[in-house]
């Protein structure tokens, strides 16, 4: 049974940081691509940031550049996503996802990883 489980969210100030934390089992996690998404009330799922099985490759949303950072502790089946400078816009639902075939082609994240947690909440006052 898979099982990926973030952690770390909370209600933070405008300018603050955070640190997401998702821990997967029951894969072969250095196998695997992990990447965060979130999604605001009333909004689409956004690809955030994505990091290759191999930690050769992130990749992040234009609107977390310079502010957001991912990292993978592949002895630890966890990865984390730091984040800086947070704004009131970063309020959302950030889930973990998992998936075999990277982070995708193109620019952007592709949605269709194949096994999500049940998301953490982050909230950015201001």
């Known amino acids: 049974l898979v099982q990926v489980v973030e952690s770390g969210g909370g209600l933070v100030q405008a300018g603050g940081s955070l640190r997401l934390s998702c821990t997967a089992s029951?894969?072969?996690?250095?196998?695997?691509?992990m990447a965060w998404f979130r999604q605001a009330p009333g909004k689409e799922r956004e690809g955030v940031s994505c990091?290759?099985?191999?930690?050769?490759?992130?990749r992040y949303a234009d609107s977390v550049k310079g502010r957001f950072t991912i990292s993978r502790d592949n002895a630890e089946n966890t990865v984390y996503l730091q984040m800086n400078s947070l704004k009131v816009d970063d309020t959302a639902m950030y889930y973990c996802?998992?998936?075999?075939w990277g982070c995708g082609s193109g620019a952007e994240i592709h949605p269709t990883f194949e096994y999500w947690g049940q998301g953490t909440q982050v909230t950015v006052s201001s």
């Open positions: 029951g894969l072969t996690f250095e196998a695997y691509a």
């Open positions: 996802a998992a998936d075999p």
């Open positions: 990091v290759s099985s191999g930690a050769f490759t992130t």
